[in-house]
């Protein structure tokens, strides 16, 4: 597996923080690395394979990636990122305490993915070019990229966790986050429209713009992604991964299967054998 080093991202000194601009992130192999990571995700899509757990990413997502967490991307498709390196919490020399603004691993649960809004998102932007190193080192700037980096934590904080927004953007963000957990499920998309007081028309027009997919499209890929991820760390017979992902036709699966990975779901299982 592919070891990413500090020593090659963060300039000379002693600043913790580096930013990495992937315009755009290509396919990249699973790989770590001894520094931590929030990502950025500013347009495009693709699919992120966190500690072999499959993520839709879309723009409005952001990542937070531990030094000892595996991770690679997949089927991007102009996935534009920001990437904000860290040492660590404990690195810092002006901030303490950065543990509790970040997220927290809890009975087995690390919620590495959040979402925000575009109006945030140009926000921590914002906050991210004041923090890029300047030529030369001072102890000013040193503090100064500090200061911005528990900015941008606290922005990103209050904007996923305190979000009550009404607006279309927040409740097609709300909708996400419900199909990311009921993908399985049957899905009727004018009444999930509905529970989200979204119009038919509005939620495709809004999904496309943020995912770069159709609703059913969005759905299928979230099922596929998971039914793959079953195909390589389960001995579930390839049927019932099909209906258990959602699928009501195992024919119908397969021929989906195919075309989004390019190989029949019993040609997945027996690669990885």
């Known amino acids: 597996m592919t070891v990413l080093h500090s020593a090659d991202f963060f300039p000379a000194g002693d600043y913790a923080i580096a930013i990495e601009p992937r315009v755009p992130q290509q396919a990249f192999p699973e790989h770590h690395h001894d520094f931590h990571e929030i990502v950025l995700v500013e347009q495009g899509s693709g699919i992120h394979v966190f500690n072999g757990q499959p993520q839709a990413l879309s723009a409005g997502c952001v990542c937070f990636i531990r030094d000892h967490d595996r991770h690679l991307y997949e089927q991007t498709e102009n996935l534009c990122l920001t990437n904000v390196l860290y040492r660590s919490p404990a690195s810092f020399r002006f901030l303490s305490g950065l543990q509790a ?17 575009h109006k945030v998102m140009a926000q921590a932007l914002h ?21 911005l980096f528990l900015q941008l934590l606290v922005l990103l904080r209050e904007a996923a966790h305190n979000d009550h927004s009404q607006d279309q953007e927040a409740r097609l963000h709300r909708l996400l986050d419900w199909l990311n957990e009921h993908y399985s499920e049957d899905i009727v998309w004018d009444a999930l429209a509905d529970r989200f007081s979204l119009s038919l028309r509005t939620l495709h027009r809004q999904m496309k713009q943020q995912t770069g997919n159709t609703p059913q499209r969005y759905l299928n890929r979230l099922r596929l992604l998971q039914a793959r991820h079953l195909l390589r760390h389960s001995d579930m017979r390839i049927t019932d991964i099909a209906y258990q992902c959602g699928f009501g036709d195992s024919n119908h699966f397969s021929t989906l299967f195919r075309r989004e990975f390019g190989c029949a779901p019993r040609a997945e299982r027996q690669q990885m054998l």
């Open 101 to 117: 603004l970040l997220p927290r691993e809890e009975e087995d649960n690390y919620a590495s993915h959040w979402r925000i809004n």
């Open 127 to 147: 906050i991210v070019t004041q923090m890029k190193q300047q030529d030369g080192w001072s102890l000013e700037r040193h503090a100064h990229q500090e200061q």
